[in-house]
């Protein structure tokens, strides 16, 4: 197979937890309003359980405050408040920038001279963020930095990647929602960051254009290089 060939995607691991509603089993979504892939696409369906992080982050807006674990926290809390016009593109940053490596604040124009603010923490509570201000300490910044120049390491042959992404599926109410979702595949490519591109491309063909997916560099894409032959 030449250089430059489309990409053979050998086996997937793909399942799903609802961000809104629990999520349907995986064999057999279930419903004609779900995306779907073609059934030979698939050889085998687990279930992950969630990952845990030691991450925090402070939201605030005027005197309207929290300290969160969880992007999802930030979320309800960002769209609890009514001057904020939480829209699907701002949700899908702020979702972007709190699972990335990005270590700085951020902060988020609701209007001209108006913002909300986010920061990635250490602090345990609310308190203790208060007194020490404990931001994230960038202990692997140089390690960081290795790893996403190995990104565009040209290094042709088969690559194994894992991407978390957020799925938009239709709910039996005919609403929105989106679903916690894990997709493995091994791939032919010329870097990780081809392989990144290959897979993200594959599942845009194939997903509800609203799904959100990650950045190459954050933790949401891991990947390991094959060799010469993939892996079955």
Known sequence: MRRGSSSLLLFTFFCGNSSVGRAQPCQGWGRGSESRFPLSFFLIFF???????????????????????????????????????????????????????VIYPKRYKVRPRIY?????????????????????????????????SRLNEENHGWYEGRLDFKRV????????????????AQCLANSAMDCYNRIVNHLKSRVDSRS?????????????????????
């Open 169 to 184: 599926v239709i709910n039996h109410n005919g609403k929105c929602e989106y679903r916690d979702t894990t997709f493995v």
């Open 47 to 101: 279930r992950l359980s969630f990952l845990i992080y030691d991450m925090n982050y402070y939201l605030r807006y005027f005197d309207d405050e929290t300290l969160v674990s969880s992007p999802d926290e930030a979320i309800e809390f960002l769209a609890s408040i009514p001057e904020i016009n939480l829209t699907p593109e701002m949700e899908a940053d702020v979702r972007e920038y709190l699972e990335s490596d």
């Open 116 to 148: 909300f603010i986010v920061i990635k923490t250490e602090a345990a509570s609310m308190q203790d963020f208060k007194e020490k201000k404990a931001l994230r300490h960038d202990t692997n910044s140089s390690a960081k930095m290795s790893e996403q």
């Open 212 to 232: 959100q997916f990650p950045s190459a560099k954050g933790k949401n894409f891991n990947y390991r290089f094959l060799g010469e032959q993939p892996q079955v």
